[in-house]
């Protein structure tokens, strides 16, 4: 049998429909999801604003990079958190003037129980680096992005 060989270029696409100036039901694939400013911004809280899901797409980034190249690298990771906080410059998307990094600095803290030691942690992590596009889009966006990958031992 034949091994499917998945295409390395292809093209992605989303689609909002924008009911207010403050949320976006978005359809990707065969699913769906609201972004949506929270009520003191003129929202319904009904999702994630849209620099929130900016920040998550980080977090689900990398942990699926993570857990990627842990298994190229035949480390063993489970029960992994991913805690995203940023330092984020509002007066852009308020209007009061153009800011070439909004985000100017992110944290990115990974916990994980592994049985491997720390030195192959930061070897993970350093892989990650390499290949999480949501990692690059923000270091090559000129946000210093900070990461600590926390090993919890395995029982």
Do not use: Y
């Amino acid at each position: 049998m034949a091994a499917i060989r998945l295409k390395t270029k292809v093209k992605t696409r989303v689609t909002a429909n924008c009911p207010t100036h403050a949320r976006s039901d978005v359809s990707v694939r065969d699913v769906s999801m609201v972004i949506d400013e929270p009520v003191e911004r003129g929202g319904t809280n009904m999702g994630p604003s849209p620099t929130e899901t900016a920040l998550a797409a980080l977090a689900g980034c990398t942990s699926v990079i993570g857990h990627k190249c842990a298994a190229k690298l035949g480390i063993e990771i489970s029960n992994v958190t991913v805690d995203v906080t940023a330092d984020f410059d509002r007066r852009g998307v308020t209007l009061e003037e153009e800011i070439d990094v909004p985000f100017e600095a992110v944290h990115v803290r990974v916990e994980l129980d592994t049985n491997s030691n720390q030195d192959e942690i930061n070897a993970l992590a350093a892989e990650v680096a390499k290949f999480c596009p949501l990692s690059k889009l923000f270091h090559q966006a000129g946000s210093n992005v900070h990461e600590e990958w926390i090993v919890r031992p395995s029982a």
